[in-house]
Nanobody, 124 residues
Framework: QLQLVESGGGLVQPGGSLRLSCAVS????????IGWFRQAPGKEREGVSC????????KYSDAVKGRFTISTDNAKNMVYLQMNRLKAEDTATYYC?????????????????WGRGTQVTVSS
Protein backbone atom coordinates (compact mmCIF):
# COMPACT_ATOMS: atom_id res chain seq x y z
CA GLN A 1 0.00 0.00 0.00
CA LEU A 2 1.40 3.35 -1.05
CA GLN A 3 2.09 5.73 1.84
CA LEU A 4 3.41 9.28 1.89
CA VAL A 5 4.90 11.07 4.89
CA GLU A 6 5.83 14.73 4.75
CA SER A 7 8.40 16.45 6.95
CA GLY A 8 10.49 19.60 7.08
CA GLY A 9 7.88 22.21 7.89
CA GLY A 10 8.36 24.85 10.54
CA LEU A 11 8.48 28.54 11.36
CA VAL A 12 10.63 30.72 9.14
CA GLN A 13 11.04 34.45 8.67
CA PRO A 14 10.01 36.15 5.44
CA GLY A 15 12.77 35.78 2.89
CA GLY A 16 13.97 32.55 4.42
CA SER A 17 14.10 29.02 3.04
CA LEU A 18 12.79 25.58 3.92
CA ARG A 19 13.08 22.19 2.27
CA LEU A 20 10.12 19.88 2.57
CA SER A 21 10.54 16.13 2.18
CA CYS A 22 8.05 13.44 1.26
CA ALA A 23 8.99 9.85 2.00
CA VAL A 24 7.26 7.38 -0.30
CA SER A 25 6.82 3.77 0.74
CA UNK A 26 4.95 0.77 -0.57
CA UNK A 27 5.83 1.26 -4.22
CA UNK A 28 8.66 2.67 -6.32
CA UNK A 29 8.41 6.42 -6.65
CA UNK A 30 9.04 6.34 -10.38
CA UNK A 31 5.68 4.61 -10.97
CA UNK A 32 3.87 7.87 -10.21
CA UNK A 33 3.46 11.49 -11.06
CA ILE A 34 4.00 13.31 -7.79
CA GLY A 35 2.94 16.70 -6.57
CA TRP A 36 2.94 19.19 -3.73
CA PHE A 37 -0.21 20.98 -2.62
CA ARG A 38 -1.00 23.44 0.11
CA GLN A 39 -4.00 24.63 2.05
CA ALA A 40 -4.16 27.80 4.09
CA PRO A 41 -6.84 28.35 6.74
CA GLY A 42 -10.13 29.32 5.13
CA LYS A 43 -8.84 28.65 1.63
CA GLU A 44 -9.15 25.81 -0.84
CA ARG A 45 -6.29 23.43 -1.40
CA GLU A 46 -4.13 24.45 -4.33
CA GLY A 47 -1.54 22.72 -6.44
CA VAL A 48 1.94 24.12 -5.90
CA SER A 49 4.18 21.93 -8.02
CA CYS A 50 4.25 18.59 -9.76
CA UNK A 51 6.53 16.30 -11.68
CA UNK A 52 5.25 13.80 -14.23
CA UNK A 53 5.96 10.09 -14.04
CA UNK A 54 8.88 10.21 -16.44
CA UNK A 55 10.05 13.64 -15.33
CA UNK A 56 9.37 15.23 -18.71
CA UNK A 57 6.94 17.73 -17.22
CA UNK A 58 7.56 19.91 -14.19
CA LYS A 59 5.02 22.55 -13.25
CA TYR A 60 4.69 25.31 -10.70
CA SER A 61 1.85 27.54 -9.73
CA ASP A 62 2.28 31.19 -10.65
CA ALA A 63 2.47 32.04 -6.95
CA VAL A 64 5.66 30.02 -6.41
CA LYS A 65 7.32 29.98 -9.83
CA GLY A 66 10.94 31.06 -9.57
CA ARG A 67 11.05 30.49 -5.80
CA PHE A 68 10.18 26.81 -5.31
CA THR A 69 11.83 23.75 -6.86
CA ILE A 70 10.53 20.19 -6.89
CA SER A 71 12.96 17.31 -7.06
CA THR A 72 12.98 13.56 -6.59
CA ASP A 73 15.48 10.93 -5.52
CA ASN A 74 14.17 7.68 -6.96
CA ALA A 75 16.87 5.63 -5.26
CA LYS A 76 15.68 6.87 -1.86
CA ASN A 77 11.99 7.11 -2.82
CA MET A 78 11.96 10.73 -1.73
CA VAL A 79 10.36 13.88 -3.09
CA TYR A 80 11.52 17.34 -2.09
CA LEU A 81 10.23 20.86 -2.33
CA GLN A 82 12.90 23.51 -1.91
CA MET A 83 11.22 26.77 -0.96
CA ASN A 84 13.21 30.00 -1.17
CA ARG A 85 12.33 33.66 -0.63
CA LEU A 86 9.36 32.63 1.45
CA LYS A 87 6.50 35.06 1.95
CA ALA A 88 3.78 35.32 4.56
CA GLU A 89 1.27 34.16 1.98
CA ASP A 90 3.14 30.85 1.67
CA THR A 91 1.90 29.97 5.16
CA ALA A 92 -0.13 26.77 4.84
CA THR A 93 -0.19 23.06 5.44
CA TYR A 94 1.75 21.40 2.65
CA TYR A 95 0.78 17.97 1.34
CA CYS A 96 2.45 15.46 -0.91
CA UNK A 97 0.28 13.46 -3.30
CA UNK A 98 0.94 10.61 -5.71
CA UNK A 99 -0.65 9.73 -9.04
CA UNK A 100 -1.42 13.39 -9.63
CA UNK A 101 -2.35 14.97 -12.93
CA UNK A 102 0.74 16.77 -14.14
CA UNK A 103 0.41 17.90 -17.74
CA UNK A 104 1.48 21.08 -19.48
CA UNK A 105 -2.05 21.79 -20.70
CA UNK A 106 -3.92 21.01 -17.49
CA UNK A 107 -4.05 22.40 -13.95
CA UNK A 108 -2.23 20.42 -11.27
CA UNK A 109 -4.69 17.99 -9.73
CA UNK A 110 -4.31 15.80 -6.69
CA UNK A 111 -4.00 12.06 -6.91
CA UNK A 112 -5.38 9.06 -5.09
CA UNK A 113 -2.89 9.04 -2.22
CA TRP A 114 -2.05 11.83 0.20
CA GLY A 115 0.21 12.39 3.14
CA ARG A 116 -0.97 14.01 6.37
CA GLY A 117 0.80 17.26 5.68
CA THR A 118 3.45 19.45 7.28
CA GLN A 119 2.85 22.97 8.53
CA VAL A 120 4.81 25.90 7.12
CA THR A 121 4.51 29.25 8.86
CA VAL A 122 6.21 32.32 7.46
CA SER A 123 6.25 35.11 10.01
CA SER A 124 8.56 37.60 11.62
Amino acid sequence: QLQLVESGGGLVQPGGSLRLSCAVSGSPLDYYAIGWFRQAPGKEREGVSCRSTFGDVTKYSDAVKGRFTISTDNAKNMVYLQMNRLKAEDTATYYCSAAVTCRRDHPIEGGSTWGRGTQVTVSS
